[in-house]
């Protein structure tokens, strides 16, 4: 790999750590504020709006200056947001919850996020060429799951007892803080997490990619969005890969919180150790990501969708475990059959992607589709939860839907192949 690519794992990597650690460290702040357990999915959901609301503009964004600098000013919003959360009693409106300002900070975070993904990903393919990008992408997915892992569990640790009581004893001479909870204490720990990304943002090479001088009407912006959209939807090779990747964020998230209420219901954990359960399923994406990476070449993408299917009966099987060694191995397993199936899936939708569009506008077209997915996918199990659905049930309804819609998935390919052949496309250039 170029030694660039490097540079770009160390920023993704400590500002991923940030968000997820920062994600735990909200909820236990909600908590502490005593917000409704429906509140909880909703930090995610807030977060991801952003992505939704700004996919016609931020590919333009991503496009507009070389991707390092883009990363740079985005994760400064992101330390906005984080500063937002820690300050959250001076943001107070009155007459509204105070939980209503967690999640007003969260969406800041999740804003800084919607527009540092096109560059994260979109500069891959300025700085490889296709036949390296499933590799670049299992190391991209095998170093984010990490810092999933650690991010999460460092989330649950800053909040544990133990570190928390010892955070909330330092002593600074002659100047209060203010910090007086667990949450607030590990809030400004993560904080410097995001620091630390914004230095190895500054070090990210200019690929010398230039593109055309971006629209900023409004309008001009939206209409092209669209444009780019249908284009992909259309795309034989691009559906598939963008329907999968669809699916897979959405269930992915879901099951972030999915893992956390099952923990502390069924198998009566709180919440810094549903955090580290959360952190298997995370340590199983890594070793499938690997695996694909490995044994995956881009021509054979396609090959591996039926995973999908295995993987959301697996995840029905949650509910018959509470034994802690096989609920570890079971987490793991669900956690390597997603990264297993998703590299592949996302290498070839960045292939397509920039083949047929430009790599900020294909990355926010992947973002707009994954991230209505989790929108819908995080109401509707905030939904359950509110209509008091058991975990158990909301399990099988989740483990069912997944592999139902992977085998709707494999059938519109047979069907897409059976018109015409398109796999000769795959790892081709501009055509």
């Not at 909880?40 to 709006?49: D, M, N, R, S």
């Not at 580290?276 to 199983?284: E, F, S």
Request: with cysteine.
């Amino acid at each position: 790999m170029k030694r660039g690519f490097y540079t770009i794992m160390g920023a993704q990597f400590f500002s991923s750590l940030a968000d997820n650690a920062l994600l735990i460290a909200s909820i236990a702040l909600l908590a502490e504020l005593n917000g409704p357990a429906w509140m909880t999915p909703l930090l995610k959901f807030f977060f991801t709006a952003s992505y939704v609301v700004l996919a016609a503009f931020v590919g333009a964004f991503a496009d507009s200056m070389p991707k390092g600098k883009v990363m740079f000013y985005t994760n400064g919003i992101k330390i906005v947001g984080c500063l937002m959360m820690f300050f959250y009693d001076w943001l107070l409106i009155p007459g509204m919850p105070t939980y209503t300002t967690i999640l007003l900070a969260y969406a800041v975070v999740g804003l800084g996020a919607a527009a540092y993904s096109p560059a994260k990903y979109g500069i891959l393919t300025e700085l490889l060429p296709p036949s390296q990008l499933v590799v670049a992408n299992g190391w991209i997915e095998a170093l984010t799951v990490i810092s999933i892992i650690l991010g999460t569990v460092l989330g649950g640790a800053l909040v544990s007892p133990g570190v928390s009581t010892t955070l909330l004893a330092i002593d600074i001479p002659v100047f209060d803080t203010g910090i007086d909870s667990p949450a607030e204490a590990a809030i400004l720990v993560i904080g410097a997490f995001y620091v630390v990304a914004a230095i190895f943002n500054r070090y990210i090479p200019d690929t010398g990619a230039r593109y055309e001088q971006q629209a900023r009407n409004p309008i001009v912006l939206t209409t092209h969005f669209w444009h780019c959209q249908t284009t992909l939807w259309k795309d034989k090779l691009g559906q598939i890969s963008l329907g999968v990747t669809t699916l897979f964020w959405g269930a992915g998230a879901t099951l972030q919180f999915i893992v956390l209420r099952w923990a502390e219901s069924h198998l009566g954990l709180r919440l810094d150790k549903g955090a580290a359960l959360q952190g298997m399923t995370a340590v199983g994406i890594a070793i499938g990501a690997v695996l694909a990476a490995r044994f995956v070449p881009l021509k054979n993408s396609l090959s591996v969708i039926w995973v999908g299917i295995v993987m959301g009966i697996v995840v029905m099987t949650m509910t018959m475990v509470s034994w802690m060694p096989l609920v570890y191995g079971l987490l793991i397993l669900i956690g390597a059959l997603a990264g297993f199936f998703v590299v592949p899936m996302n290498a070839l939708l960045q292939h397509r992607g920039h083949v047929l569009l430009s790599a900020g506008h294909s990355i926010a077209v992947q973002n707009f589709n994954e991230n209505i997915s989790i929108l819908i996918m995080l109401a509707l199990y905030s939904a359950m939860i509110k209509a008091d659905y058991h975990i158990n049930t909301i399990i099988i309804i989740f483990g069912g839907f997944v592999s139902l819609t992977m085998i709707a998935v494999i059938q519109r390919h047979k069907y897409n192949q059976s018109k015409s052949n398109n796999l000769h496309l795959i790892g081709m250039d501009k055509h």
